[in-house]
């Protein structure tokens, strides 16, 4: 054993090499020190055995060739290099030496390491070049640091109307009170350390594309010699009488989370919309306020997206918690005394006490800046780029929610999906192409959501969906869900079958056809589940 005195270093033997068989993995442990052993074509491999998002055990994910995934949210690392690959999450995974002897495996780990950023370069004051990124989430952050991690010693501009540095937006509707340190992305000597300028309270107004220059709120104005635009969407307001009346929220911020919790503790909220964040943020109301009533257009909850059975066992699972449900309804008026909202008058006639009211139904991208530009944009206003993250524009990128972008996995069908996920990817394809290295966006989406403890898991593309296919039981809130598009495995979702989703999401990444004769057959063996 090396003496971790002077190097930190400790090596242990783990496990015998006829423990393993290839293409399995196994968690061991090396000074207490948790590490994912790999063996493939004959050799072993270990990195890091918690997936640098969420911590979750990689353990329990899904392995092909020298890729690990997640099983939680589906981020993917090089099991040889420790490298992350694909996202979510910002850090890759410390790799160990290893060392067969005797038929013995020994692992030396650093016993300092636990997550491992990758190597960026600096700022070097005699380049003069700028990069603008406009918009303060995971596009431009992580298209930030691929352009220092891949050697660009220009200026860095990120310019964001938020008063926090990048933070973990879905966390806001799951956890609406969280402090806002823990929800930060990366901390904000990060940005000082790496030569990130982070502009924020600032909001761009207008872009000139012909003298590359873009203007703030503030009457100031920057130039850039390459831009990126992520600025994401905004919530769509309600267009009823009564809308504008105190304590009518929008989810968009770290402020409207924090406030909403504050209202609606002890008093009756009424949530309107039963998509993804309406319900998460029903779920999160159902144990604070006196009463939580939402109100919805479809019969179900998620009935476009995931389909009415699983819509009908979440409503059940919110039911349970006293939250009430008004669905194939819609608000005709908020009612309110001295300014403030007292009732919510439905479509059909009927009347909801309210102290507050939440609305969650739908978003619109953030473009009204780019009004007279040269940026094109599609009938949804959303900006339209080319794999590599290109807009209309030389030297113009777009990346995350805001952009209607071509998804490989339905044969480059042009899709815009707000995916926290996406955005990450996004971020990195458009960085790598303002360094001249072009790399087309081929990930797989992968989404969550977190109701009452319980998380929802998705993969793939299922708008236009013609069939579900389910395995396990939808009642008794564990299975799996194949989603078909001329008989084609198109999307998968799952409750308490993990790691499905993510194998599943691994195999389309690879290019594989899942056919409905796989899926209707009784034998998963090709799912390879443990």
Known sequence: MVNPEESMEITEMVCLESDLLDGQMKEVEVDKHKILLVKNEGQFSAVGSRCSHYGAPLVKGTLLGDRVRCPFHGACFNVKTGDIEEYPGLDSLPSYKVKTEDGKVYVTVNTKETKRIREMSHRVPEVCHTVVLIGGGPASLVCAETLRQNDYSGRII????????????????????VDSERLLLRPKEFFQQHDIELWMKKEVISVDTEAKTVTMDDNTAQHYDQLLIATGCRARPMACPGADLENVRLLESFQDAQDIHNL??????????????????????????????????????????????????????????????????????????????????????????????????????????????????????????????????????????????????????????????????????????????????????????????????????????TDIVFKGKVEERKFLAFYLKDDVVVAAASLNFDPAVACLAEMIANGKVITRVQIESDDLGWLQLP
């Not at 109301?285 to 909850?301: C, H, Q």
């Open 158 to 177: 990120m310019v964001t109307k938020e008063g926090l540095p990048p933070f973990d937006k879905p966390k806001l509707s799951k956890a609406m009170n």
């Open 264 to 465: 609606c503790a002890g008093k009756k909220a009424v949530v309107v919309g039963t998509s993804f964040i309406g319900m998460e943020v029903a779920a999160y109301l159902s144990d604070k306020a006196t009463s939580v009533s939402i109100i919805g257009r479809s019969e179900y909850p998620f009935q476009l997206s995931l389909g009415s059975d699983i819509g009908k066992m979440t409503m059940q699972m919110l039911e349970e918690k006293d939250v009430k449900f008004y669905m194939k309804n819609n608000v005709a008026e908020i009612l309110g005394e001295n300014g403030k909202v007292k009732e919510v008058l439905l479509q059909n006639g009927g009347r909801l006490e309210a102290d507050v009211v939440v609305f969650g139904i739908g978003v619109l991208p953030n473009v009204d800046f780019l009004k007279g530009s040269k940026i094109a944009t599609d009938q949804r206003n959303n900006i339209i780029v080319d794999k590599c993250m290109k807009t209309s524009v030389p030297e113009v990128f777009s990346a995350g929610d805001v952009v209607s972008f071509p998804l490989a996995m339905r044969g480059d069908e042009r899709v815009s999906i707000g995916h926290w996920q996406l955005a990450h990817a996004h971020g990195r394809i458009a960085g790598l192409s303002m360094v001249k290295k072009p790399t087309e966006i081929n990930s797989v989406p992968f989404f969550w959501t977190v109701l009452l403890g319980k998380s929802i898991r998705y993969t793939g593309y299922g708008q236009g969906y």
